[in-house]
């Protein structure tokens, strides 16, 4: 038995496992590194849930595999790279304060009233909101791992979470960081840093920040992820004031990271709003990948991360929504369109991230940001995660054009196109509504947590 109590044996193969298929439709965005469009295409899925083939189906192999045609397009499931989900019972609480206001005097104190199952609750939910969206994957920092797990697990999405670790006042009640820090190795070591159907549990380490974690905790933390070649995910110059101390005394906050040797691994940096050039250059010399969360930065007034600056250096940036208080939902499409208008604006270039980019931010190098090649893109050995959205819509003006089809995607659709979801194989949405578990129970549920929660 792990900590907590978690068994492997809880993440059974679900009922309706697949058992191979074929999927047809008019279109498939494989999102390939040229993010081509492909034309009557078929997605083949094997026993396991993984892509075995990827094309036209003019050159499509034989199979016997039952065949499903589908209206519209198929693409890779979004990945989202810096989120907080279960802060969905939060949502809109302070809303008009800065970060450390925010933080300090609303969320940390309403976060203080959450017990597991509240977590397990609002998680639940989350998921449910975010299958919703196109978005299979989430990288979560948050605490509570076996409800966080749970709730993954009901509704059947993908998750790489990185419990939290942190030590700041009050935070005291769930442990110290070193056990904090500890229970992430005990998991990993006993169950693997991947488990459950489809590997659809990821863990990971999650330090908070440099602001919340003294410098010796920050190397340890990245000392027993190396070890276990974990990912590593970490608030990282969010804002100008939180992080003041430890700019005036290491430069900036990569530098004190790097100092302190805990840039190498798999590492991801959550907003990295606030870096000079030689920061970024010491991300990219380092391999460390940026989460980008326009959306939270802009309605923190946290500031506009350097995205194009980031991307030239050669740094890997993923999409994020962050938390859904601070953010306020979890459309990850929202926050692609963001960030291409802030990345032009910001540059005074109309190209500086085209639709193609953004879609490709999304899915296929939001994949990369986390170290995960079995994600992000419709690929023979990759799991099968795959969206289908509608093209039935007047979004699009002209889809038999592919370049006129992926900006009204980007730019004009997104998430209220999605109808169907499958993740490892499995379809969780269906029609716009989970397979596993009742939406509407969620949300009474949900909103039961959160009226208790603000008294």
């Not at 499509?60 to 989202?80: C, E, F, Q, Y």
């Not at 008009?96 to 017990?115: I, N, S, T, Y």
């Not at 076996?146 to 939290?164: E, K, Q």
């Not at 990912?231 to 430069?251: K, Y």
Request: with cysteine.
């Amino acid at each position: 038995m792990t900590p907590g109590g978690w068994q492997p044996a809880e993440l059974a193969e679900p009922a309706g496992r697949v058992s191979g298929a074929r999927l047809v439709a008019p279109v498939v965005l494989p999102c390939d590194p040229q993010c081509s469009v492909l034309r009557d295409a078929v997605v083949d899925v094997d026993e396991q849930g993984r892509i075995a083939h990827v094309g036209p189906r003019a050159t499509a192999p034989t199979s016997t595999a039952p065949v499903r045609t589908l209206p519209g397009a198929l693409l890779p499931g979004l990945v989202n790279t810096h989120a907080h989900t279960p802060m969905i019972a939060l949502r809109g609480m302070g809303g008009d304060l800065p970060l450390m206001r925010w933080l300090q005097d609303v969320m940390w104190p309403a976060e203080g009233r959450l017990e597991a199952p509240d977590v397990q609750v609002a998680m639940t939910s989350g998921c449910v909101e975010l299958l919703r969206t196109g978005c299979t994957t989430s990288v979560e920092m948050y605490f509570f791992t076996d409800a966080v797990i749970d709730a993954v697990s009901a509704v059947g999405s993908r998750v790489v979470l990185t419990p939290g670790i942190i030590a700041a006042p009050g935070w005291d009640r769930l442990g110290t960081w070193e056990q904090m820090r500890d229970d992430v190795s005990a998991r990993i070591d006993a169950v693997g840093v991947r488990s459950g159907p489809g590997e659809r549990i990821e863990l990971g380490y999650g330090p908070h920040a440099a602001y919340t974690l003294p410098p010796h905790a920050l190397a340890s933390v990245a000392e027993h992820a190396r070890a276990r070649d974990a990912l590593m995910h970490i608030h990282v110059a969010e804002t100008t004031e939180e992080d003041r101390a430890q700019r005036e005394s290491h430069g900036s906050v990569p530098a004190l990271l790097d100092e302190v040797g805990a840039l190498g691994g798999r590492v991801i940096a959550a907003h990295a709003v606030h870096l000079s050039e030689a920061d970024i250059a010491l991300l990219a010399s380092r391999g460390a990948a940026v989460a980008h969360c326009p959306g939270s930065n802009a309605k923190l007034a946290a500031g506009i991360a350097r995205v194009t600056a980031l991307r030239r250096a050669g740094v890997r940036v993923g999409l994020g929504t962050d938390g859904p208080a601070s953010g306020d939902d979890l459309d990850l499409w929202a926050e692609a369109r963001l960030a291409g208008l802030l990345a032009r604006v910001g540059s005074g270039d109309a190209a500086a991230l085209t639709a193609a980019e953004l879609l490709l931010m999304s899915t296929r190098d939001g994949a990369a940001a986390i170290g995960r090649d079995d994600l992000g893109t419709l690929e023979a050995g990759r799991w099968a995660d795959i969206v289908h959205v509608d093209l039935d819509d007047p979004t699009f003006v002209a889809p038999e054009d592919d370049a006129q089809l992926l900006s009204n995607l980007v730019w004009a659709g997104g998430s209220r196109l999605v109808r169907d979801v499958w993740v490892a194989g499995e379809q969780v949405l269906d029609g716009g509504e989970p397979t596993r578990v009742d939406r509407r129970a969620a949300t009474v549920a949900l909103r039961e947590v959160a009226a208790r929660i603000r008294g």
